[in-house]
């Protein structure tokens, strides 16, 4: 069983920044990439940015620049920091992490989100 847990939401004037933060913890045999999603009400999960095993990066085009993700493999921690919000990154954010918990296949485990609100 693995659980994953995002946190680090909150209200943000815009401008401001945030350090949203996922942790994956239970039986992780081996982990791989790790992604931050958001979502905004009635629309689809879209990929914000990414991260692979290899320490590589993946940035949505309007994040690159603003958002930088990273991980702490040994704590199975994922961090993205965000800076200059704007008001259009409101959203729910969310982790997924590509997990294999029983040595035998690869799973995308996701977490409850954690919300962001950037509004003055």
């Known amino acids: 069983q693995v659980h994953v847990v995002e946190s680090g939401g909150g209200l943000v004037q815009p401008g401001g920044s945030l350090i949203l933060s996922c942790e994956a913890s239970?039986?992780?045999?081996?982990?791989?990439?790790v992604a931050w999603y958001r979502q905004v009400h009635g629309m689809r999960r879209a990929v914000v940015a990414r991260?692979?095993?290899?320490?590589?990066?993946f940035y949505e085009d309007s994040m690159e620049g603003r958002f930088t993700i990273s991980r702490d493999c040994a704590e199975n921690k994922t961090f993205l920091q965000m800076n200059s919000l704007k008001p259009e990154d409101t959203a729910v954010y969310y982790c997924?992490?590509?997990?294999?918990?029983?040595?035998?296949?690869?799973?995308?485990?996701w977490g409850e989100g954690t919300r962001v609100t950037v509004s003055s």
């Open positions: 997924g992490a590509e997990i294999d918990d029983s040595g035998e296949y690869w799973q995308i485990f």
């Open positions: 991260i692979v095993s290899s320490g590589q990066t």
């Open positions: 239970g039986t992780i045999v081996r982990s791989n990439a």
